[in-house]
């Protein structure tokens, strides 16, 4: 059973894997498919693929992230900061 501090840790983990992937691959268009099958700790768990799944959405929402059907973007916010090296 995870408690609240596991599940955050782990979500900003998939947060942070999810968004330096596809800064990585930029100019690569990725899919969610793909960044499940990539990034998901065991893809045929459904729990490790939500993770990937929350990780894509909470980063839409905070503007780092843009998707459009399946493909998913680095917004030129987050291609901006990627150029600091932080």
Not at 10 to 24: I, M, P
Not at 53 to 63: F, N, Q, S, W
Not at 69 to 79: K, M, Q
Request: hydrophobic share 40%.
């Amino acid at each position: 059973m995870h408690d609240k501090a596991t599940s955050a840790t782990a979500d900003g983990d998939y947060e942070e894997a999810v968004l330096r992937h596809v800064l990585n691959w930029q100019p690569t268009i990725l899919r969610l498919c793909d960044l499940i099958r990539e990034l998901a700790r065991d893809p045929s768990e459904f729990g490790h693929r939500d993770g990937v799944k929350e990780a894509v959405r909470d980063l839409i929402k905070v503007g780092l992230l843009h998707r459009q059907g399946e493909c998913v973007l680095p917004t030129p916010a987050a291609v901006y900061v990627k150029g600091w090296e932080l």
